[in-house]
């Protein structure tokens, strides 16, 4: 497993991440089984949000609870969790008092005393940067958050932020997989006025603005087609890139799934695959993709038929 150190932090992070955010409805048994997947395959980050489950926090008390960690068990994995969504009442709150009450719920349905990194989840119009800060500073003296970062944010909702935030800004998780790409494609038919894939729909090149400012790039739906459109691989709308996924796959010996890791793993800004699987064979499979050296031959020929366009 490829493994990086988060800039601007001490945080020594796998590049594929365990994502559970449906594991709510699992078993101890079967929460153990996928958690020890990822840790047998070098995983030892996992991600949540205090969204994620049927209740609020649902997914992080189903995990503690499941795991019953022992000190030395807890130090030895990265805990990431976001918040910032109020998922009942249809809004966003990156509030002070919002901030600090939902790290508050995540560190009791963890059963932690500290987060390693919170995300703020999706951007809220309404942000005062100046109550992010306040949060942001008293968590970190209290030692309750190790380090920050946000979700889905573009270039100048992070430059906001960082106006007011004196802590660094170590990741954005935003979506990205071979087939949904806006945030790399664009840029690779920049200046084509033709071309739909040439429209800036990211703020302005944030993979180049992150790599710019040290903030790690982490993708979540790697393996889905679209926005929540059901995955690609075996995709029979994706037919000529599955058959490059397969012919990759049998030369490398590994699971067609690692080559759709690799393909985000491949790329210089050392980003960070989030896997939403609760399949612990499908975590083992694409773990395989963490440090898979494609060519940059083989890196385009995905992305080229994948239906992008390569000038």
């Not at 503690?64 to 969790?81: G, N, V, Y």
């Not at 008092?97 to 790290?103: A, F, L, N, Y």
């Not at 494609?294 to 020929?301: Q, S, V």
């Amino acid at each position: 497993m490829k493994t990086l150190t988060l800039p601007g932090t001490d945080i020594s992070a796998p590049n594929v991440v365990l994502g559970l955010m449906r594991i709510q409805d699992k078993t101890d048994d079967e929460v153990r089984a996928l958690v020890h997947a990822a840790r047998d395959a070098g995983i030892d980050f996992v991600d949540h949000a205090d969204i994620y489950g049927s209740t609020l926090h649902g997914c992080e008390e189903r995990f503690a609870e499941a795991m019953a960690l022992t000190p030395s068990e807890r130090d030895a994995l990265t805990i990431q969790t976001k918040c910032g969504i109020v998922k009942d009442e249809g809004y966003f709150d990156f509030s002070y008092e919002h901030i600090t009450s939902s790290v508050e719920g995540s560190l009791r349905a963890l059963r932690t005393d500290r987060i390693d990194i919170l995300l703020l989840h999706r951007p809220d119009a309404l942000v005062e940067p100046e109550e992010v800060a306040r949060a942001f500073d008293e968590l970190h003296a209290a030692g309750k958050v190790r380090a920050f970062g946000v979700s889905n944010h573009t270039p100048r909702q992070i430059d906001l932020l960082k106006k007011h935030v004196t802590q660094p800004i170590v990741a954005n998780q935003l979506q990205l997989s071979i087939t949904h790409a806006p945030l790399v494609a664009q840029g690779v038919a920049a200046n084509m006025l033709a071309e739909d894939q040439s429209v800036v729909r990211d703020g302005g090149g944030i993979v180049d603005y992150c790599r710019l400012h040290d903030i790690t790039v982490q993708a979540w739906s790697p393996f889905q087609a679209g926005f929540f459109t059901g995955v690609l691989l075996g995709n029979p709308d994706y037919a000529e890139l599955n058959a490059v996924i397969d012919r990759l796959a049998a030369r490398y010996d590994v699971p067609p799934i690692a080559v759709a890791t690799a393909w985000i793993t491949r790329h210089p800004a050392q980003m960070q695959v989030v896997l939403g699987t609760t399949t612990p064979q499908r975590v083992t499979d694409a773990a395989l993709g963490s440090d898979l050296p494609l060519t940059r031959a083989e890196w385009y020929e995905l992305f080229r038929t994948a239906g992008h366009i390569v000038p």
